[in-house]
């Protein structure tokens, strides 16, 4: 690799797709230079292809040698607008292409890169004026199906939107749920994904089960992701943090994500206790509703301290209280569960990365499928209500 080439691969770059009204239909920040960029003209090439009506579509590729000026992609958000004012001295653009001249381009086999098919240019070949988006090469499309993907530092796991494909999703969510304090878990960001894909092509790996074993716990196939490359066509619906803390694992299996995730009485006891430690066993008992399906086994210990200094309403007696009442949950909390993943303070690299992808089906579907708009709206219109379920953000 020459120094050149290594330069443009430390670059910072994302890759943008937006409608006539600014909004953004597609989104990645990349560093694959060139290459990463020419693979979302062939996605959108793709949809686009032979398709009569060409839409107002505008692909720009900004670079940056900073990184760190991109935008993030957040998790289900359908809202993003280019903004100009992003283009400054440190964010360049280094191509600009429309969907005309793409399809263009890709009628007649040139390089829409390249600085001879600019806009500008193509305008004045004799044919342009007159072009139709019809008798181009075919396209080698895919059975592209929506699925969902749940990606870890493992790696990602493909499923269907099947039955089986939803309850083996479960059946994994619900392993990470129960192994959230395991020391071997190896997972500390979790993402979920809607994403377009072809199962077929996975046969081998899609809808992973995860099954108990005669011991009790579960297991998870010892090969089933499938290539990151998958989650380019698809946007994330939600990011947990799963260092093993107790407001981490509570935002992982809370019922209004939808995912019905059972918890064991032990990760309560456990759970309990850090909270006890963070925030006193005053808040643990005001949120017992949260917490408990039934009496906090510890408890009459924390009592007999609350008892004690019933009386004493000083700023030393709260602080005394909640000192001891500190030390016997961390006392317990090593003698009932000392072999348990410990919290790291550091942000991990995958949350520090960020989200790489974003995609608009809603949109993408409204310009170039509308067969596929109707057929998303039965399936949601089909999906049984199960607490506040994923979907998209209507507006």
Same mark, same amino acid.
């Given at each position: 690799?020459?120094?050149?080439?290594?330069?443009?691969?430390?670059?910072?770059?994302?890759?943008?797709?937006?409608?006539?009204?600014?909004?953004?239909?597609?989104?990645?920040?990349?560093?694959?230079?060139?290459?990463?960029?020419?693979?979302?003209?062939?996605?959108?090439?793709?949809?686009?292809?032979?398709?009569?009506?060409?839409?107002?579509?505008?692909?720009?590729?900004?670079?940056?040698?900073?990184?760190?000026?991109?935008?993030?992609?957040?998790?289900?958000?359908?809202?993003?607008?280019?903004?100009?004012?992003?283009?400054?001295?440190?964010?360049?653009?280094?191509?600009?292409?429309?969907?005309?001249?793409?399809?263009?381009?890709?009628?007649?086999?040139?390089?829409?890169?390249?600085?001879?098919?600019?806009?500008?240019?193509?305008?004045?070949?004799?044919?342009?004026?007159?072009?139709?988006?019809?008798?181009?090469?075919?396209?080698?499309?895919?059975?592209?199906?929506?699925?969902?993907?749940?990606?870890?530092?493992?790696?990602?796991?493909?499923?269907?939107?099947?039955?089986?494909?939803?309850?083996?999703?479960?059946?994994?969510?619900?392993?990470?749920?129960?192994?959230?304090?395991?020391?071997?878990?190896?997972?500390?960001?979790?993402?979920?994904?809607?994403?377009?894909?072809?199962?077929?092509?996975?046969?081998?790996?899609?809808?992973?089960?995860?099954?108990?074993?005669?011991?009790?716990?579960?297991?998870?196939?010892?090969?089933? #992701?499938?290539?990151?490359?998958? @989650?380019? $066509?698809?946007?994330? =619906?939600? %990011?947990?943090?799963? +260092?093993?803390?107790?407001?981490?694992?509570?935002?992982?299996?809370?019922?209004?994500?939808?995912?019905?995730?059972?918890?064991?009485?032990?990760?309560?006891?456990?759970?309990?206790?850090?909270?006890?430690?963070?925030?006193?066993?005053?808040?643990?008992?005001?949120?017992?509703?949260?917490?408990?399906?039934?009496?906090?086994?510890?408890?009459?210990?924390?009592?007999?301290?609350?008892?004690?200094?019933?009386?004493?309403?000083?700023?030393?007696?709260?602080?005394?209280?909640?000192?001891?009442?500190?030390?016997?949950?961390?006392?317990?909390?090593?003698?009932?569960?000392?072999?348990?993943?410990?919290?790291?303070?550091?942000?991990?690299?995958?949350?520090?990365?960020?989200?790489?992808?974003?995609?608009? #089906?809603?949109?993408?579907?409204? @310009?170039? $499928?509308?067969?596929? =708009?109707? %057929?998303?709206?039965? +399936?949601?219109?089909?999906?049984?209500?199960?607490?506040?379920?994923?979907?998209?953000?209507?507006?």
């Amino acid at each position: 690799m020459t120094m050149e080439q290594d330069q443009e691969q430390m670059q910072g770059a994302l890759y943008v797709a937006v409608d006539d009204g600014n909004k953004i239909i597609a989104m990645e920040r990349s560093r694959r230079g060139d290459e990463g960029f020419r693979a979302l003209l062939d996605e959108f090439t793709d949809y686009a292809a032979n398709c009569g009506a060409i839409p107002s579509v505008l692909f720009f590729d900004i670079r940056t040698t900073d990184a760190a000026l991109l935008p993030r992609i957040e998790a289900a958000e359908h809202n993003y607008l280019l903004d100009p004012s992003t283009v400054t001295e440190k964010l360049d653009i280094r191509h600009a292409v429309t969907l005309k001249d793409l399809l263009y381009c890709y009628k007649y086999d040139l390089d829409p890169l390249a600085e001879g098919n600019c806009g500008n240019m193509l305008s004045t070949k004799a044919d342009y004026r007159q072009f139709r988006n019809e008798g181009l090469p075919p396209v080698a499309r895919e059975d592209l199906r929506r699925c969902r993907a749940v990606e870890t530092e493992r790696g990602a796991v493909l499923f269907t939107q099947e039955p089986d494909g939803r309850e083996a999703c479960e059946r994994y969510m619900q392993h990470h749920a129960d192994c959230f304090f395991d020391p071997d878990l190896g997972v500390e960001t979790l993402r979920v994904y809607e994403v377009e894909a072809d199962p077929d092509g996975f046969w081998d790996k899609v809808n992973p089960q995860v099954l108990p074993t005669a011991g009790g716990m579960m297991w998870v196939p010892e090969h089933p #992701f499938v290539d990151a490359e998958v @989650l380019r $066509r698809g946007y994330c =619906l939600k %990011e947990y943090d799963m +260092r093993a803390t107790a407001d981490n694992f509570w935002a992982f299996v809370d019922p209004q994500h939808g995912e019905n995730l059972y918890v064991s009485n032990g990760i309560r006891d456990l759970t309990g206790l850090q909270i006890i430690m963070q925030r006193g066993y005053g808040y643990l008992m005001q949120n017992a509703e949260r917490y408990w399906n039934r009496e906090f086994v510890f408890r009459s210990g924390f009592d007999n301290i609350e008892r004690k200094y019933a009386s004493d309403l000083s700023d030393e007696g709260r602080a005394a209280k909640r000192e001891e009442q500190y030390n016997l949950a961390a006392y317990i909390l090593d003698r009932k569960f000392p072999i348990r993943r410990r919290p790291s303070s550091e942000i991990p690299p995958m949350q520090a990365e960020g989200i790489r992808t974003f995609r608009n #089906f809603d949109a993408i579907n409204l @310009l170039f $499928r509308p067969d596929k =708009l109707l %057929e998303a709206y039965q +399936r949601r219109r089909d999906e049984p209500v199960r607490g506040a379920e994923f979907h998209l953000k209507r507006h």
